[in-house]
Nanobody, 124 residues
Framework: QVHLAESGGGLVQPGGSLRLSCAAS????????IGWFRQAPGKEREAVGC????????YYKESVKGRFTISRDKTKNAVYLQMNRLKPEEPAVYYC?????????????????WGQGTQVTVSS
């Protein structure tokens, strides 16, 4: 059974950093694409980035390029989202997701398996 679990959220000041983890079970995460999304209250879920296994490529939403980094740890069957220089407008519940395919996209509807999310709060 596919299961994803995010962790690492919390309260951080503007300009601060957080590292989110996405632990997978029931499948080998390394062979599938993974997307990171976020959803703020009253807003649609949006992609912040994804990693595509078939190409080994990583893609980012324009507004997070240079600040967010996605990485994989094959030994831990996990994917990480390092977030630096967080902005006041970026608080949200952050999710990881997989479609068990090789190509990642920025469309939430393409992903069939989701974690429960982890809350990120950016406030001084």
């Amino acid at each position: 059974q596919v299961h994803l679990a995010e962790s690492g959220g919390g309260l951080v000041q503007p300009g601060g950093s957080l590292r989110l983890s996405c632990a997978a079970s029931g499948f080998a995460l390394n062979y599938h694409s993974i997307g990171w999304f976020r959803q703020a209250p009253g807003k649609e879920r949006e992609a912040v980035g994804c990693t595509s296994e078939s190409e080994g490529s990583i893609y980012y939403k324009e507004s997070v390029k240079g600040r967010f980094t996605i990485s994989r740890d094959k030994t831990k069957n996990a994917v990480y989202l390092q977030m630096n220089r967080l902005k006041p407008e970026e608080p949200a519940v952050y999710y990881c997701a997989t479609d068990l395919g090789a190509i990642c996209t920025f469309y939430a509807s393409d992903y069939g398996s989701w974690g429960q999310g982890t809350q990120v709060t950016v406030s001084s």
